[in-house]
């Protein structure tokens, strides 16, 4: 397997642009995760799907965030309009059900200027 | 959710064993303790998972008292390869959930 594929890697935008982020999981993991690192903050949990339903989405900042999982094999982040402090890396990330093991994307590093 | 708590920061020498404690004084009866290491632009990488007691692999091993409120990473002879930043999770894998990444602990490891 592939792993968790993420796309870009790298963006650098300008305020005001929208931002679109994209996750392909494991293939079989049914649970999916989008965090951001950022040096002051860590790592955060911004929300997550269960069978492409999302569960949780307390951690999105605002509604400049949105998060969709059309289907089992693809998700996206979308910020829209973004903001310099927005610059960060996200990563998604996938788990079977009844693990804990979290399988992480290489990221993608986000740059707004 | 239970909130853990870790050292900041610590420094070894190579070929000394590691020990890392993370408190979790609000575990519950179903949750899992987890522990990942994170290298420098990569994402987390899952190291052990344990209940009680204590659980061993080929990389470390994590002991876990009987009162499960807090969990020791242990990392036997480290190498200048180990430094990266190691997080302690607890959560209740088996139903779902939250999964809340804490500070970590940045261990870096001397020659």
């Known amino acids: 397997d592939a792993g968790v594929i993420q796309s870009p890697r790298h963006e650098v935008t300008e305020m005001g642009q929208e931002v679109t982020l994209r996750c392909k999981p494991i293939?079989?993991?049914?649970?999916l995760f989008w965090y951001r690192q950022t040096m002051m903050r860590g790592l955060e949990l911004l929300i997550y799907?269960?069978?492409?339903?999302?569960?949780?989405d307390s951690g999105m900042p605002e509604d400049r965030f949105s998060a969709k999982m059309p289907n089992a094999s693809f998700s996206t982040l979308k910020i829209q309009p973004s903001e310099p402090r927005d610059s960060a890396v996200y990563f998604c990330?996938?788990?079977?059900?009844?693990?804990?093991?979290?399988?992480f994307g290489e990221g993608s590093r986000l740059t707004v200027l | 959710l239970a909130k853990t708590t870790q050292p900041i920061s610590m420094d070894s020498y190579e070929g000394q064993e590691v020990n890392i404690t993370c408190s979790h004084n609000?575990?519950?009866?179903?949750?899992?303790i987890t522990w990942y290491q994170q290298f420098p632009s990569q994402g987390p990488r899952f190291i052990i998972q344990?209940?009680?007691t204590k659980v061993t692999n080929e990389v470390a091993s994590l002991f876990i008292p009987a009162d499960r409120k807090s969990s020791t990473l242990s990392l036997p002879r480290v190498s200048l390869s180990d430094t990266a930043v190691y997080y302690c999770?607890?959560?209740?894998?088996?139903?779902?959930?939250?999964?809340?990444f804490g500070q970590g602990t940045e261990l870096s490891v001397k020659p």
């Open positions: 293939s079989g993991h049914d649970y």
């Open positions: 799907f269960n069978n492409n339903v999302p569960i949780d």
């Open positions: 990330a996938s788990r079977a059900g009844g693990t804990g093991e979290l399988f």
């Open positions: 609000n575990i519950a009866t179903n949750d899992y």
């Open positions: 999770l607890v959560g209740r894998y088996n139903q779902g959930g939250k999964l809340i």
């Open positions: 344990g209940y009680k």
